[in-house]
Structures are given as C-alpha cells and as structure tokens.
C-alpha cells in the first residue's frame, strides 16, 4: 500500500538537545522524510515555547502530529490535537513512556518505534478514550491517569528537589516519602454516589500503567469508555513495602487492600494531596475527572 504524502509536526522534548536521546528527534525527521513525507521540524528551548509553536503549526496546517520524548511530551500532544481531530503518534524517548506501553509501541528502540509509525501512516488512526481533570479553576486532558495518592506525594516531592538529576531523584522521593507514609481519607463520588475511603494509594487510570511500568491496572482498556478506580486500603510501611514490587507485574490485583473498579466519573477531595495527570502537575485536591470516549485519533 502506498502511503499519501503528509505534512507531519515533529515536537521534539526541549530535554532532547542533551543526553542519549537527542539524536532521535534528527532519526523521526530523517524517517519521515524518506517516506515521502513533509515533516516539520518543531524544537524550542522551554515547553512553553514548544506548545506555542506546536499550535501555531497546526493552525497553519498539518495532517498529523509527532512527539519524541516521554509522557509529558504526550501530554503537550493531546492538549493541542484535543479540539482538531488531528491523529498524534508518538516516539518514546522519555523515562516513563506509560503511555507509549499501552499503545504497544515499542520501547527502547527508537528504529523499532520509528518503523511502527511509519506503519501506522499507511492505515486508519487508532480511535482511543481521554479523560478531563478539573480542579476548579481549568480542565487539563490526558490519556493515561490521574495519581492521588502516594505516587502523587512522590510526583511532588521530586519536583521539589533539585539534585540529583534523572530516575535517582524519584528513587530518593520514593524512600523519603516511605519514611512518611501514613493513610490519608478521601471524600469520593464516584459515577454519582459518594463513598468515604482510607487509602494510601488512589488513582484513577485509563491506561495500564504509571510510574514507568507500575501496572496498577493490568485490565485497562483505552478505548472502553471507563476509567480504572485504583485504591488500595490502609497497610503498613512493611506490608507496603511487600506490595510495591508486585505492582510492576500486575500480581497486586488479588490482594485483599486492592481495589479496583471500572468508572466514568471520580471526585477526589482530600487535604495534603497535589494531583497529577500523566506526570504533570495540576495542583491541590479536590479534582473532578471524567472520561470522554474516542475522543483522540493516534497513528499507533
């Protein structure tokens, strides 16, 4: 099948200009054009810069979009396609890529991902769900899920701390806020019904995964129309600890503090806790979430 010529937005992660992955943005660009494609190239030295002229390109006119770099990079892609109908593909090079896993596209191996979009320009775009966070002041999309809970207070902690660089710094986060873990309540109404619940991790999930690779939802579907409630009940730091590793290989699902149900609308509240969707942040509770089905178009 031959594939028509496209005019493809290329984002690439400001962070791209250093390290290991820089040379994948100039490897999709090479990719898209030896295909026969127009692809444009799209690098600014912040993220704010990066979504200016990410939109500025589409309004001139792209058939597609392209990211390289992680979920947040994702997360820039939904917000700008969400009203245009525009299919995004993305092209992992982050140190998350949650969402590059649940589409299926291949990690650490940029030839192997650039080979999968390529692919998937020939065929139809994958129609998939996203959901919508409202904290009361503005509404953010994304794709993956909305952390509340411990992964959450991690989220805030590394944020916070300036040194050291990369995963280590989550690591530390993750240890520090061990130290520190304790239940926390939470008001909920979900799909209409409130309910008080003590949990030390809450999420509310459309993909299978966060955190790079903690399958808190092994069963999640991203073109079902429901979100995957995540709660698991109060334990203590040793029994947490026990859990923790079952998590990344979706072996926490039978245990007796895990809760998991399907949902299409949550509001969280509870004090002391900054919400985050897809790694970013988006700031205190209470937050409403709702899902909005086949609501993105992506060349996975």
Avoid: C
């Amino acid at each position: 099948m031959t594939t028509q010529p496209r005019r493809i937005g290329v984002a690439i992660n400001p962070t791209a200009s250093f390290g290991s992955t820089r040379a994948v943005g100039p490897m999709v660009l090479d990719a898209l054009e030896q295909a026969g494609h127009r692809a444009v190239r799209l690098q600014e030295q912040t993220v704010g810069q990066l979504r200016s002229a990410v939109q500025t390109a589409i309004e001139a006119g792209l058939d597609a979009l392209v990211v390289v770099g992680g979920d947040g990079m994702v997360s820039l892609a939904v917000e700008a396609v969400r009203d245009s109908g525009l299919p995004f593909g993305v092209v992992p090079s982050g140190t998350g890529n949650d969402i590059a896993r649940g589409l299926g596209i291949p990690l650490g191996d940029p030839t192997a991902a650039i080979a999968s979009l390529l692919r998937a320009l020939e065929g139809e775009p994958r129609v998939i769900d996203a959901g919508t966070v409202t904290d009361g002041e503005r509404t953010t999309w994304f794709v993956g899920a909305v952390s509340a809970g411990f992964d959450a207070l991690v989220n805030e902690r590394a944020n916070r701390m300036r040194r050291p660089r990369g995963r280590s710094r989550y690591t530390i986060a993750i240890l520090r806020e061990l130290l520190a873990l304790r239940a926390r309540r939470y008001e909920l109404t979900v799909d209409g019904a409130p309910e008080t619940v003590d949990a030390v991790l809450l999420a509310v999930a459309n993909n299978t995964s966060i955190g790079g690779g903690m399958l808190i939802a092994p069963q999640a579907d991203l073109a079902d129309g429901r979100f995957d409630l995540f709660v698991v009940a109060p334990v203590s730091r040793f029994r947490f600890l026990r859990l923790f590793p079952k998590v990344f290989s979706g072996a926490h699902t039978d245990l007796d503090i895990v809760r998991l149900s399907r949902v299409r609308s949550v509001s969280i509240a509870a004090d002391g806790i900054t919400a985050y969707a897809d790694g970013e942040r988006i700031g205190p509770l209470p937050v409403t979430i709702d899902v909005v089905p086949g609501a993105l178009r992506v060349l996975a």
